[in-house]
Structures are given as structure tokens and as C-alpha cells.
């Protein structure tokens, strides 16, 4: 039993994060930064995981569905979010203008700000990575990125 002990606790002093879990847990990281750059604009009610859903909705309305496929979750997970959005004045759900059976989701002008208050604590957060990185090796991070990015979605990066 003690040597099936040590042996755990030798594996364990060798781990160490994967890539993927290290690039999640550093987007994590951003979220108590957001929930104040929200609550300073007097945005109340939003969620940095909530406002994942916004971004794919600057560019136009979509079905639950669209929105759903662009962030790679779950139906259930959207109608979860805008449910809370919509509540909170984020999002509307208007008639689809050539079928009036189906709903889509639009941002409101409160929406709006909130990409706005989003993307300055992004460039924020740009700023520090530049600062620690160098802009070289900040600009492989972003290559590196894009490539992954490209790599799991097939999109060109």
C-alpha cells in the first residue's frame, strides 16, 4: 500500500498541464477582469461565458441554431444564454423576416456595448501578452493560434 502511495505521489510531482488545458485555463484567467470591465460600464446581469454568445451576433441576426453551430455548443446551451441575455436587455427575438414561424436573435444597443466593453479588455489584455512576450514572440502566439485554429476547424486561419 505505502509503495502504491509513492508511486502516486511521484506521478503526480511529474504532471503537468497539457497545451489545450494551459490555453483554457489563460482564457479563464480573463474572466474576473471582464466581470468588472462589465459592472464599470454599468452592465449588470452578463457573464463572461454569457457574452461568448454576443460576438457571432455582430454581424447580423441568426436562428438559435446558426448561433448554436458558430459556438460549437449545444442548443440547450444557447437557449440557456439567451434566455439570460434577453432578460437582461443583451438580445431580442424577432420574427425571421421570411419565416414567420422562426425567431432570430439580435443584439440590443446594450449588447452592442457590451462587444464594445469585450473587445477594449481584449486589446487590454493584448497589451500585458506584448508587454511580457515581446511583440515577436507575441506575434508567433497569434500565428501559432490562427494555425491551430485552423487545424481544428478547417476554416482558413
Do not use: N
Amino acid at each position: 500500500m505505502a509503495d502504491c502511495q509513492a508511486m502516486r505521489a511521484a506521478e503526480d510531482a511529474k504532471w503537468e498541464p497539457t497545451v489545450p488545458a494551459l490555453v483554457s485555463l489563460v482564457a479563464a484567467s480573463r474572466a474576473p477582469g471582464l466581470r468588472a470591465a462589465f459592472a464599470a460600464a454599468g452592465l449588470d446581469g452578463i457573464r463572461p461565458a454569457q457574452a461568448l454568445a454576443l460576438v457571432p451576433l455582430a454581424t447580423g441576426g441568426l436562428h438559435a441554431s446558426d448561433l448554436a453551430d458558430r459556438l460549437s455548443v449545444s442548443r440547450q446551451a444557447v437557449a440557456q444564454a439567451v434566455t439570460a441575455l434577453e432578460r437582461h436587455e443583451y438580445v431580442v427575438r424577432v420574427p425571421h423576416p421570411s419565416d414567420a414561424r422562426a425567431l432570430i436573435i439580435e443584439l440590443t444597443p446594450r449588447g452592442r456595448q457590451a462587444l464594445r466593453v469585450m473587445r477594449s479588455a481584449a486589446l487590454d489584455t493584448e497589451k500585458r501578452w506584448r508587454d511580457v512576450l515581446g511583440e515577436h514572440r507575441f506575434g508567433e502566439l497569434r500565428e501559432t493560434l490562427l494555425a491551430l485554429r485552423s487545424a481544428e476547424t478547417g476554416e482558413s486561419a
